[in-house]
Every structure is written in C-alpha cells, then in structure tokens.
C-alpha cells in the first residue's frame, strides 16, 4: 500500500519562508516522479514543483520560480519542497504526488499517488 505522508505546513507571514517534508512509502521512490500541487479555497489543484528521478530535472510553476525549491533525498524515500519569500497567494493546501515513470507533468491526473495534503496559511 503506497503512503504519502505531507508535514511541515502551517502559519506564517509574508515574506516568511516554511519547509515541506513528504515522506513516502509502499513504492519505488527512486523510479518516481514527485510533484506537489496546491489548491487554494475555491480554486482548482494546480501544479507548483516536480522532481524527476535523480532530481535532474526539476520543473516549477511561474508564479514559484525563484522562490520555492523542490529536492529529494531517495535514500530516505522523501522529497522536499522550501519555499521562500512567501506571499498572500501561496496560502493553499499542498499536496504530494507521485507518477510513475522519470518525465515531469503538470497535470495533476498523470499522478497516482497522491498525500492528505498539508495547508500553509500566509497573512499579509
């Protein structure tokens, strides 16, 4: 039974920076895409970072690039995603996901596994 499990989510404020953990289980994460996503209150799931095998390459939305920064460790099966600089608009919950096979996508329906998501509020 594959697992993702989110943390590190929580209140900060503009400008502040928050660490997501993702600590996976029941696949092979070496040979997994990872992604998170993020969906704010009334809005639709929408791509933020991916990470292909080895982390190489990795792929950001617009509106991140700069700011946040997708990592990995496949040793400890858990990927990562820090973000920096954060504003109003991050506020979301986030997501894990993992897809099978090494190619990035930005669709959320190429991922099969997918975590409990984790929220992060950002105030002004």
């Known amino acids: 039974q594959v697992q993702l499990v989110e943390s590190g989510g929580g209140l900060v404020q503009a400008g502040g920076s928050l660490r997501l953990s993702c600590a996976a289980a029941?696949?092979?994460?070496?040979?997994?895409?990872m992604g998170w996503f993020r969906q704010a209150p009334g809005k639709d799931r929408e791509f933020v970072a991916g990470?292909?095998?080895?982390?190489?390459?990795?792929s950001y939305a617009d509106s991140v690039k700069g700011r946040f920064t997708i990592s990995r460790v496949n040793a400890k099966n858990t990927v990562y995603l820090q973000m920096n600089s954060l504003k109003p608009e991050d506020t979301a919950v986030y997501y894990c996901?993992?897809?099978?096979?090494?190619?990035?996508?930005?669709?959320?329906?190429?991922?099969?596994?997918w975590g409990q998501g984790t929220e992060v509020t950002v105030s002004s």
């Open positions: 029941g696949l092979t994460f070496s040979r997994h895409v």
């Open positions: 990470s292909s095998w080895n982390a190489d390459p990795t």
């Open positions: 996901a993992a897809k099978t096979g090494p190619t990035i996508k930005i669709t959320s329906a190429w991922y099969e596994y």
